[in-house]
């Protein structure tokens, strides 16, 4: 196998498509808010293309007992009431530097035989804390592209993501900059602790209002809700810890 091979699946014509990346990250956001779009939009989905690299790990992903190299996919949405969709959706990311590189630019070079110059890059921005309103923290590459997203509710702040952003995500908007693409990045707030359904939605929703599609969330909320009991059983078993720890008053009599 060749470092990069692009399966060409099929071909569609579609009407100004935006690319939409939602590769596994913080959180995993993106990958939550990407898959749920392809769930939704599953009977208006066309796979057209797989990028398989050696910069993805060595491994296969099983399903019912079969095997299927690592690859990362590509989807064309035709939207009736929205634009057009190029989904890219995966399990993993590059393990190098260089394959970030290499991965992104394919991206971007299939996203241009659709006919595409613009992009949205989804991902998540941790805080290191539970979270009960979620915001969504933007960047872009390109100043004139601030406004449109303020008026959908994204915010802009002063150093932040602290150390930028890493990955696909990042590359979409500094490679995709080079090459004549407006290209956003869309960071829903998360703990970062575990996957996080309720980020990927607020996400969405303002993926929703600029591209001009809906969507029903009725199966991410479920989602949601299994986060939500798997994180009080967690806060619950740190409590019991904590409570085990704490001295008796038998213990108290025996400090000098």
């Known amino acids: 196998m060749d470092e990069l091979e692009i399966d060409a ?12 990346e939602g590769l ?17 939009l599953e009977g208006e989905s066309t796979l057209v293309r797989r990028v398989y690299s050696q910069e993805f790990p060595p491994q296969v992903s099983v399903e019912d007992g079969v095997a299927e190299l690592t690859c990362a996919e590509i989807y064309a949405v035709s939207v009736a009431d929205g634009r057009d969709l190029l989904l890219l959706t995966g399990d993993h990311q590059a393990q190098t530097n260089a394959g970030h590189y290499v991965l992104t630019s ?4 299939i996203a241009e035989e659709f006919g595409a110059s ?4 989804l991902g998540g921005v941790p805080t290191g804390e539970l979270i009960e309103e979620y915001a969504v923290v933007g960047a872009v590459n390109d100043e004139s592209l601030r406004e449109a997203l303020e008026d959908a509710g994204v915010e802009f702040r002063e150093d932040e993501p602290a150390g930028g952003i890493i990955g696909v995500s990042g590359l979409l908007l500094g490679l995709g900059e080079r090459r004549g693409f407006e290209a956003s990045c869309l960071m829903g707030e998360t703990s970062g602790y575990l996957v996080d359904p309720k980020s990927a939605r607020a996400v969405l929703e303002v993926l929703e209002d ?7 969330y009725e199966t991410l909320d479920e989602r949601a809700d299994e986060m939500e009991e798997v994180m009080g059983k ?10 085990q720890q704490m001295p008796t008053d038998d213990d108290l009599r025996y400090i000098g």
């Open 118 to 121: 613009e992009a949205y890059a």
């Open 24 to 40: 596994p990250g913080v959180g995993h956001v993106g990958k939550l808010a990407v898959d749920h779009l392809l769930e939704e």
């Open 9 to 20: 699946v099929d071909d569609v014509e579609l009407d100004d498509p935006v690319l939409v």
């Open 106 to 109: 394919a991206f971007l070079d």
């Open 210 to 216: 600029l591209l001009g599609f809906e969507l029903d």
């Open 234 to 243: 967690i806060q619950e078993m740190e409590q019991q810890q904590q409570q």
